[in-house]
């Protein structure tokens, strides 16, 4: 719990809410995802909700057709 709180400090959470739904939505009118694609999908949503364009991830793949919106670095 201690590493949780100290990258949650470190690096902020980014809320769910009304205005990530509504980038879901416009994703959804534009992309074609589903099952665990939804997940991704959410997260993009949130990072764009909160004006966040940079994804640090392990796997660059899950998001890759999300390029154009968002900007992936390799971990």
């Known amino acids: ?3 949780a709180t100290a990258f949650a400090e470190r690096f902020g959470v ?3 809410g009304p205005a990530v739904w509504h980038q879901f939505a ?3 009118r534009h992309y074609l995802f589903a099952g665990r694609q939804i997940h991704d999908a959410n997260i993009v949503a949130t990072m ?3 004006a966040e364009h940079r994804l640090l991830t392990f796997n660059t ?3 890759r057709c999300f ?3 968002i900007e992936l670095v390799q971990l």
């Open 1 to 3: 719990m201690a590493d």
């Open 14 to 16: 980014l809320e769910d």
């Open 26 to 28: 416009e994703l959804s």
């Open 48 to 50: 764009l909700a909160h």
């Open 61 to 63: 793949a899950d998001f």
């Open 67 to 69: 390029g154009a919106l």
